[in-house]
């Protein structure tokens, strides 16, 4: 009798999952408050949550999967997963080399300082260290800036620490990460403070395919269009970003 | 010298290494100038006793005094006390690195401060002296086990020391081999030297000791002249011993 | 005197190329001009990216060569100190030594990296690079004591003797008489060590040390190269470590010059 209940439970899952496609996304999950791990070890965060609700909306399934940003691109184009879904900011060299979602987000990038620093700018960072996430738009920013010299890391939060225990002198991220570190945190938020909002121009965030998967990209861009007409997105912002 | 001081004076000495006493209740004296021969059978402690006498062995109780200084005493300098004790050992111990030469002048140069040329000439004095001279120059591997013990000799006497130890300093050798180095050995003791040495080489301890000791079981058991031994020895085991090697 | 070389092999360096053994002597050859080839072809037939790539990595080269040399002198320094500590008959200062080898085998590099830098950053402020070489230098101390251990006791009791019957306190002794014995025992697994470590700093581009590595993967998220780029720096460490495994050969051909 038993046998015969999981038998038909098997089938139903396989069935299930045969007709509602399945779309692999890929987050990097350190990147608060955007995707990050709670403490049950589930990939949560603004991005989980707008996946969840567009695949919804667009009658598809998705499994999050937690990837280190280092290659998270280098995944994508090996097949690895469907998509990538982490604050990717949608920039002309990515545009390149992956094809991008409608954007659903818009961020600036922030610089994270010291309280006692009184930089406003990138520019008055000139002879400084800046720290941000090897391979991301703040990072690229930094690089740009004439006479600061620009440290990559692997994730944001080893910046932060470093920021913290006085090794560099900023960093600089997304602001909705920024401030989760530097306004949020207690023990980082006694110590730093969101210098300025870099006038560096608006990025959008977009969900990145490997070139060419429309398949996928049509899903989800259908899912987004749903999730924003129907006004989740905002809730969604309220919930992780107060805002 | 018998109302000088003597220069190496062991008293109730013992050691243990574990369960096994190695030495027990030793008492010694040697006179300055003086040739003792220790013998005994393997095992009987007699490397052991010797090696207390420049410290190479820890002992558990008694007295050692070397020159005047308590050896066991450790505000006394151990280092400076073995520069004046020369030591010769079964199986040579040259320096591989260095050559003949060197082996010769390290510890004077770096230890007594000779300059490298006075530290040089008095070391090529002392190879004329045990005979190998024109092997200064090269490496001890290049030897003979005969000119090795030697060369080991002569860096022993490179320090200038008042008191020779010799631990067999023959038996590692080939027979041939075995009379060029008792030669030095005999030429040394002519010149004065004070003389404790472990051999099995009887002739040599009938020639040149002025006493011989008998161990056996970590215990001295009989100390005479070579006459006194090798013509009436009073212990049963010391005749038993040498109706073994004789 | 006595030829009873020991070899010691402590962890994984490289395979250093001897006279005797001749496969692996070819096999350096095939392999260096193997990589090499491969590295200049890339370059001329492919300059893009391949010299974008390898112009991006010079500094991150020179942070590799300086994390490398600066941590490998102080774990030879704390390899012989713990080396002696782990034989000496003072019992703190063995179980110093001891504990000290236990602790570091006991716990990953990476862990130790992340520990020493993130760590200790709350307690002592200290540069990245810095960090990395204290890091590094610790671990490796470790297996340097070992190796130094090893050699020390490789050399025959009679030489401690010898040395100390004629005066030298055990400090001359050691270096007068033991260490520049040791040496040809301890040099063989050093230069092994030697390379292990710089293919291990590797590891430090995860203190966000903009070594070989950590320029590399820089270049390739911002190009997504990712291919090519690690092609490049794979070569770039394997000439490296095989130039290297080339010149400890040589050296320890000339240390047995009085065998
Ligand atoms: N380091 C040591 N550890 C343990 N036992 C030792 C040690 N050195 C010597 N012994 C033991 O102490 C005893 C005396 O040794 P010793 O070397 O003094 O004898 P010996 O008379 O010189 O003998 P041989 O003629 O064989 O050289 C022997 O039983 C020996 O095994
Ligand atoms: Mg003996």
Redesign the interface.
């Given at each position: 009798m038993k046998k015969v209940v999981l038998c038909l439970l098997t089938v139903l899952m396989l069935s299930s999952s045969a007709w509602a496609k399945k779309i692999v996304i890929a987050q990097d999950a350190t990147w608060p408050p955007m995707e990050f791990m709670n403490e049950n070890k589930e990939i949560v965060g603004f991005d989980s949550d707008y996946m969840k609700a567009a695949a919804k909306e667009a009658g598809y399934e998705v499994e999050l999967r937690n990837v280190a940003?280092?290659?998270i691109?280098?995944g994508l184009?090996a097949g690895q997963y469907d998509a990538v879904c982490s604050s990717v900011t949608i920039t002309d060299?990515?545009k390149k080399?992956?094809d991008f979602s409608e954007p659903y987000f818009k961020v600036r990038q922030a610089l994270v300082v010291p309280k006692e620093s009184a930089a406003k700018t990138l520019e008055d960072m000139k002879g400084k260290t800046i720290?941000g996430q090897?391979?991301t738009t703040g990072y690229?920013v930094t690089k740009k800036v004439e006479g600061v010299n620009a440290?990559?890391?692997?994730e944001i939060g080893?910046?932060m620490?470093?920021l913290f225990?006085?090794?560099i002198d900023g960093v600089v991220c997304d602001d909705p990460v920024a401030a989760q570190y530097a306004l949020q945190k207690a023990e980082y938020a006694a110590k730093l403070k969101i210098a300025a909002v870099l006038d560096t121009g608006d990025e959008y965030y977009g969900v990145a395919v490997k070139k060419g998967n429309k398949e996928v990209l049509d899903l989800i861009n259908k899912g987004i269009a749903e999730v924003q007409s129907k006004g989740l997105d905002k809730e969604m912002r309220a919930k992780w970003m107060g805002q | 010298m018998p109302d000088s001081d003597p220069i190496i004076r062991i008293e109730n000495v013992s050691k243990h290494f574990g369960a096994l006493k190695a030495l027990n209740n030793v008492s010694l004296s040697i006179e300055s100038g003086e040739k003792v021969v220790i013998i005994g059978p393997s095992g009987s402690g007699k490397s052991t006793l010797l090696r207390t006498i420049n410290r190479l062995e820890e002992v558990d109780a008694g007295t050692i005094i070397v020159d005047g200084w308590d050896i066991r005493n450790a505000g006394n300098n151990i280092n400076k006390i073995r520069m004046e004790v020369g030591m010769v050992f079964q199986s040579f111990n040259l320096f591989p690195h260095k050559t003949v030469l060197r082996n010769l002048t390290l510890a004077p140069t770096k230890l007594k401060g000779e300059s490298r040329a006075e530290a040089e000439s008095n070391a090529m004095r002392l190879l004329d002296k045990v005979g190998i001279r024109d092997k200064a120059d090269v490496y001890p591997a290049k030897l003979s086990g005969g000119q090795q013990q030697r060369v080991a000799i002569a860096r022993a006497l490179a320090m200038s020391p008042k008191i020779m130890l010799f631990d067999e300093p023959t038996s590692a050798l080939d027979p041939e081999m075995i009379g060029e180095v008792l030669d030095v050995m005999v030429k040394m003791a002519r010149e004065g030297m004070t003389m404790v040495v472990v051999t099995h080489e009887m002739g040599f301890a009938r020639e040149v000791a002025d006493r011989v000791v008998f161990m056996d079981h970590g215990e001295i058991l009989e100390v005479g002249t070579p006459a006194h031994f090798f013509e009436d020895p009073q212990h049963p085991r010391t005749k038993k011993f040498l109706s073994q090697i004789l | 005197m006595d030829d009873d070389r020991i070899t010691i092999d402590v962890t994984d360096g490289a395979a250093i190329p001897r006279r005797k053994d001749a496969g692996l002597f070819s096999a350096w050859w095939i392999a260096f001009l193997g990589a090499l080839l491969t590295l200049v072809s890339l370059l001329v037939f492919e300059p893009d990216p391949y010299l974008k790539i390898l112009k991006f990595l010079p500094d991150g080269i020179v942070v590799t060569f300086q994390v490398t040399f600066a941590s490998i002198g102080f774990a030879l320094l704390l390899g012989l100190l713990t080396g002696i500590g782990r034989i000496s008959k003072n019992r703190i200062v063995n179980a110093v030594a001891s504990t000290y080898v236990e602790v570091v085998r006991g716990i990953p590099l990476l862990v130790q990296l992340f520990y020493i830098y993130y760590a200790m950053g709350r307690f002592v402020k200290v540069p990245d690079i810095v960090a990395a070489v204290i890091a590094m230098s610790f671990c490796y101390g470790a297996y340097m004591g070992e190796v130094f251990r090893a050699g020390i006791e490789s050399i025959h009791k009679g030489q401690t003797e010898a040395a100390r019957s004629l005066g030298f306190n055990p400090f001359q002794t050691m270096v007068h008489v033991i260490l520049p014995q040791a040496w040809r025992t301890i040099l063989p697994p050093v230069g092994n060590e030697f390379i292990a470590l710089l293919k291990d700093t590797s590891l430090v581009s995860i203190l966000a040390v903009a070594d070989l590595l950590r320029r590399g993967r820089e270049f390739a998220s911002e190009t997504f190269t990712y291919f090519e780029t690690y092609t490049i720096i794979a070569l770039v460490y394997l000439i490296i470590t095989l130039i290297l495994s080339k010149l400890v050969s040589k050296m320890e051909e000339k240390i047995n010059y009085y065998a």
């Open positions: 940003w280092d290659g691109f280098a184009d060299e990515r080399a992956m720290g090897i391979g690229f440290k990559s890391y692997d080893l910046a620490e470093d225990n006085g090794r | - | -």
